[in-house]
Every structure is written in structure tokens, then in C-alpha cells.
């Protein structure tokens, strides 16, 4: 650890050669130490994936800026408080800042939250052309979540397609059995084996040589499908040539790869709590399905997945169905 004196001579020396450094880029918790606390030091900060900023991090960077803009999509994944839900609120009342201050309670509301309902409808900026993934894997989440507001503007001829002129998305029915974890989650082996079984056909059997990647709402589940895949003899070598990467939905948010595969993990004796965390974390699969460019391969129980109780599931199931019916139409 450096002492005091050279960081009082690295603030000293920041002033002087600022002019020279137009443009900083840094994580919100990284700004300490490295860039001097003065009201208005920049012009303009901006703020990258403002849903998942919480507003206390952000207040010290909004102190060194004159303006700020704020980038965010309230459909992806939300920050992580420390603070209770309603802890917040109760300071809010103590004080008796809840008529004019209610918005600020960060226990539930994020940078973007905050940020939204602060400025006129005319400084929302709405960006709607998307260019990250084939068409039938967007429009799902286009009109599941985004109200049809979407444009796709995907160029195919940058996706490495699997075949050409197929589905964007393919769903591989298993009837799993699914088992609560002692720390909790849900954890479907049937599934977890079949999810392997299509990374080594990718990548053995077809030769694809774009990048893969698995993901799956529940950690016990990630945990179990890497384990599987690093036990195969003559897959593990080769996954580092397709940026492998096994994990929650958290681990891919700003991330992407050439094909997902989505492992749900519903089937049979589904816990009815593992449902209730995905009824109430819509935006976790909005993120996980929209991971994926030129395919997005879904592993799981049809059926059970149509008939459990959580919509968004019951209806992306129905949509893929429908895509199905569309190509033997075909």
C-alpha cells in the first residue's frame, strides 16, 4: 500500500495533466483514490447499464460531473441492495423526506429508476433498433417484454449460423426430474446430461466453430453442467476455442456468444419455491435468452414447462412451438 504523500502527489499531479486525459473510464466503486472529489471536475458522466447501478455508488460520480447521462434497460437485471427492502423507506419517514424524497429509496429503485422519473418525457431517449441476435430469438422478448418497440436490424451475415435458412430457436424436449439442493435452488440431473450431450455434438460431431455458451436460472444447476462438461474426455480441451462459458444469468449480462443453450430445469417435482423465484425475476430470463446471436437451444421439458405457472415461461414455450409448426408448414 502507497502512503499518503504519493497520493497527495498523484491529486496534485491529476489537475496538472487532466487536459491531456479528455476521457476516463472506471467502475463506480474504482472512481476513489483515482479521480480528485471536486463538484463539476467533468463535463459529462455517463452511466453504462444504469439498472444495475444502485443510487448511493452513483451519487459521488454524479458530484464530480455538470451533466450526466444515464443508459439503462429496466428489463434486464436490477442491482443488488444491502439494505432490506422498506429499510430504506422507514429512514425516508423518520426524517420526513418521503414527500419529496420517496423516489430515492434504493432499496428497490435503481440509478435508472431514479433518473427516469426525474427528467421531462422529451430527455428519454428510447434506442430501438437491435442488432445482436437472429430475429426469431429477439422477437420473443419484443413483444414478451418490450411492448413490440422493437426494430431488428440484425446483418445475418455476421451470425455464425448453425444451418442456414433453420429456426433461431430449437428446443430439445427432456422429461427431467427435478430435486431441491440442500442450499437451495433446483437441480435437474436428466436435463443437466442432456445439455452436455448438445455441447459435444456441437463441437464434436459438427465441427461449429463459433462460440457457446450455457446458461440456467438456478447456480446449483451451472455448477452440476460444468462439472459434467470438464469430466468429458475430449470435450474440455476443446472449449476454450469457443469462449465456453457455463453460468447464471448474472455472470452473462453484457455478454453474449454464437449460441446459447438455456437449460430451464422445470419438469417434474419442480419446488414451489424455484417457481416463485422465476415468476418473480422475469428480467433474469429476458437477459438469458437474449445472450444469444445466431441460435438460442433450449434443453428442457416441453410440456411441463407449458403448464407451469409462471407466464412468461408458458408463453415463450407456445412460441417456440409455434416456430416449429411454421417450418414443418414449410
Not at 430501438?128 to 419484443?142: C, P, Q, V, Y
Not at 430457436?169 to 430435486?179: A, T
Not at 450455457?214 to 460444468?226: W, Y
Request: proline residues 3%; charged residues 20%.
Amino acid at each position: 500500500k502507497l502512503g499518503k504523500k504519493v497520493y497527495k502527489e498523484y491529486s496534485n499531479l491529476s489537475k496538472t495533466v487532466s487536459h491531456l486525459l479528455p476521457a476516463w473510464a472506471v467502475t463506480s466503486l474504482s472512481a476513489r483514490g483515482r479521480i480528485p472529489f471536486e463538484a463539476g471536475y467533468f463535463d459529462l458522466v455517463v452511466f453504462d447499464e444504469a439498472s444495475q447501478c444502485d443510487i448511493a455508488s452513483a451519487l459521488p460520480l454524479l458530484f464530480r460531473a455538470k451533466q450526466a447521462v444515464i443508459i439503462g434497460d429496466p428489463k434486464q437485471l436490477r442491482h443488488i441492495s444491502g439494505l432490506q427492502r422498506g429499510q430504506d423507506q422507514q429512514l425516508l419517514e423518520k426524517y420526513n423526506l418521503i414527500p419529496d424524497f420517496a423516489h430515492w429509496a434504493y432499496s428497490y429503485n435503481s440509478l435508472f429508476d431514479l433518473a427516469s422519473g426525474l427528467v421531462a418525457g422529451g430527455d428519454i431517449i428510447n434506442l430501438r433498433d437491435h442488432h445482436r441476435s437472429h430475429e426469431d430469438i429477439i422477437e420473443f422478448s419484443n413483444q414478451e417484454f418490450y411492448q413490440g418497440n422493437l426494430r431488428i436490424a440484425t446483418n445475418y451475415d455476421h451470425l455464425k449460423l448453425l444451418d442456414s435458412g433453420g429456426n433461431g430457436i430449437r428446443w430439445i424436449n427432456v422429461v427431467g426430474n427435478v430435486v431441491r439442493p440442500a442450499n437451495g435452488g433446483a437441480v435437474n440431473q436428466i436435463e443437466a446430461k442432456a445439455v452436455v450431450d448438445e455441447v459435444k455434438k456441437l463441437i464434436l460431431e459438427r465441427n461449429y466453430k463459433g462460440s457457446i455458451g450455457v446458461v440456467t436460472p438456478f447456480r446449483a444447476q451451472a455448477n452440476l453442467i460444468r462439472e459434467m462438461v470438464n469430466t468429458e474426455n475430449g470435450l474440455s480441451a476443446n472449449l476454450i476455442n469457443h469462449d465456453f462459458l457455463v453460468d447464471t444469468v448474472h455472470k452473462f449480462q453484457g455478454d453474449e456468444r454464437d449460441i446459447m443453450i438455456f437449460s430451464p430445469v422445470v419438469s417434474k417435482n419442480m419446488p414451489p419455491g424455484a417457481l416463485g423465484f422465476m415468476k418473480n425475476n422475469g428480467n433474469l430470463f429476458n437477459v438469458a435468452i437474449t445472450r444469444a446471436r445466431a441460435m438460442l437451444l433450449v434443453v428442457g421439458d416441453q410440456d411441463a414447462t407449458v403448464k407451469c405457472d409462471v407466464s412468461y415461461l408458458k408463453n415463450f414455450a407456445l412460441y417456440t412451438q409455434q416456430l416449429d409448426g411454421k417450418t414443418k408448414a414449410q
